[in-house]
């Protein structure tokens, strides 16, 4: 827990500018909380063990690092935010993670930083509260660099492949709501612009006889259900996002529902790419997993059209590690 009331003049306090002394209470339960402030962990409060409260809960580092990272490139541009406050009347956990005013709090977005598995009823009850509030929100999950496996980077871009990629529904979710997914790097401590994909295998054909005749089977490409293919744009720095409101329909998707209203999503300011995400063509049964096509967006110089299709081959595998 990011935020706690300190008890000398019931001011909200955050614990990376707390200072040991005075006592603090939690904002939900109201009962006494601790500030830790470790040598190797970031500065927090916690309850007393056993404290039976919706606040309570330990959360990770990254999903604190999170918090900070953002509401602290946010104030950097010189605007306001919020750190886990209430602006919800729903049950449980009412806290947003970061609240993010507008210049002259023209209007409000919420940052959720989602690390834990959420079921989708979870994400639209939650995603539908925040709408009727007036407050869009832009849900961010954490970059797991340990569940990407065999990364590839596409020629001539920063945009990187994860073949093999399993996706947790809630990401899904979130990715289908906001047409993409932006997600924390805790390492880099940036943003990455992810995209998923149906991951595309092949069904060798067998051929086997039984009761005199030949049988076959198989032969055909089909798409995974347990993979998908994730492609990942970046790192960006936290600086460059800017925060825009959409208006969505509500739609139905897969199994699920997208809230429709007034939402938001980020923005890259300077965005240095001259191409865009890759595009998959012509994926069918029949013709195969079809292919994946990158495009250099065309500029107009000196009365001529200079463009250049990027090249679809990948790099050996490499690690997300340049900053
Ligand atoms: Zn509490």
Redesign the pocket.
């Given at each position: 827990?990011l935020v706690a009331i300190n008890g000398a003049d019931e001011s909200r306090v955050e614990a990376g500018n707390a200072v040991k002394g005075p006592s603090f209470t939690?904002?939900?339960?109201?009962?006494p909380?601790t500030l830790a402030k470790g040598r190797i962990r970031r500065p927090y409060f916690g309850?007393r063990p056993g404290?039976a409260?919706?606040?309570?809960a330990l959360e990770t580092w990254e999903h604190q690092q999170a918090k900070e990272d953002f509401a602290a490139a946010y104030r950097a541009r010189g605007l306001e935010c919020d750190v886990e406050i209430e602006v919800l009347s729903i049950d449980g956990d009412r806290r947003a993670d970061v609240l993010l005013h507008a210049p002259d709090d023209a209007y409000h977005v919420v940052l959720e930083v989602q690390n834990s598995p959420l079921d989708y009823t979870a994400l639209e009850v939650r995603t539908t509260a925040y709408l009727s509030a007036g407050v869009p929100v832009i849900w961010v999950p954490i970059l797991i660099r340990k569940r990407l496996d065999n990364v590839q980077r596409i020629t001539g871009t920063n945009i990187y492949h994860v073949s093999h990629f399993s996706a947790p529904p809630w990401q899904f979710w979130i990715h289908d709501l906001q047409g993409g997914l932006w997600y924390y790097d805790p390492v880099v401590r940036g943003v990455w612009r992810g995209l998923l994909d149906d991951c595309m295998l092949y069904r060798n054909p067998t051929s086997w006889f039984a009761d005199g005749d030949e049988h076959s089977a198989g032969g055909h490409w089909y798409s995974s259900e347990r993979w998908s293919s994730l492609f990942l744009e970046g790192p960006f720095d936290l600086s460059r996002l800017r925060v825009k409101r959409v208006k969505r329909p509500g739609r139905k998707r897969r199994t699920y529902r997208l809230p429709g209203g007034i939402g938001a999503d980020f923005l890259l300011v300077d965005d240095p790419r001259d191409y865009t995400m890759p595009v998959r063509i012509g994926s069918t049964k029949a013709n195969g997993p079809g292919d994946f096509h990158y495009y250099r967006v065309e500029r107009r110089i000196d009365d001529q059209w200079v463009g250049a299709s990027l090249e679809a081959s990948v790099l050996p595998d490499i690690a997300l590690t340049e900053g």
């Amino acid at each position: 827990m990011l935020v706690a009331i300190n008890g000398a003049d019931e001011s909200r306090v955050e614990a990376g500018n707390a200072v040991k002394g005075p006592s603090f209470t939690c904002p939900g339960c109201k009962a006494p909380v601790t500030l830790a402030k470790g040598r190797i962990r970031r500065p927090y409060f916690g309850h007393r063990p056993g404290a039976a409260c919706s606040y309570a809960a330990l959360e990770t580092w990254e999903h604190q690092q999170a918090k900070e990272d953002f509401a602290a490139a946010y104030r950097a541009r010189g605007l306001e935010c919020d750190v886990e406050i209430e602006v919800l009347s729903i049950d449980g956990d009412r806290r947003a993670d970061v609240l993010l005013h507008a210049p002259d709090d023209a209007y409000h977005v919420v940052l959720e930083v989602q690390n834990s598995p959420l079921d989708y009823t979870a994400l639209e009850v939650r995603t539908t509260a925040y709408l009727s509030a007036g407050v869009p929100v832009i849900w961010v999950p954490i970059l797991i660099r340990k569940r990407l496996d065999n990364v590839q980077r596409i020629t001539g871009t920063n945009i990187y492949h994860v073949s093999h990629f399993s996706a947790p529904p809630w990401q899904f979710w979130i990715h289908d709501l906001q047409g993409g997914l932006w997600y924390y790097d805790p390492v880099v401590r940036g943003v990455w612009r992810g995209l998923l994909d149906d991951c595309m295998l092949y069904r060798n054909p067998t051929s086997w006889f039984a009761d005199g005749d030949e049988h076959s089977a198989g032969g055909h490409w089909y798409s995974s259900e347990r993979w998908s293919s994730l492609f990942l744009e970046g790192p960006f720095d936290l600086s460059r996002l800017r925060v825009k409101r959409v208006k969505r329909p509500g739609r139905k998707r897969r199994t699920y529902r997208l809230p429709g209203g007034i939402g938001a999503d980020f923005l890259l300011v300077d965005d240095p790419r001259d191409y865009t995400m890759p595009v998959r063509i012509g994926s069918t049964k029949a013709n195969g997993p079809g292919d994946f096509h990158y495009y250099r967006v065309e500029r107009r110089i000196d009365d001529q059209w200079v463009g250049a299709s990027l090249e679809a081959s990948v790099l050996p595998d490499i690690a997300l590690t340049e900053g």
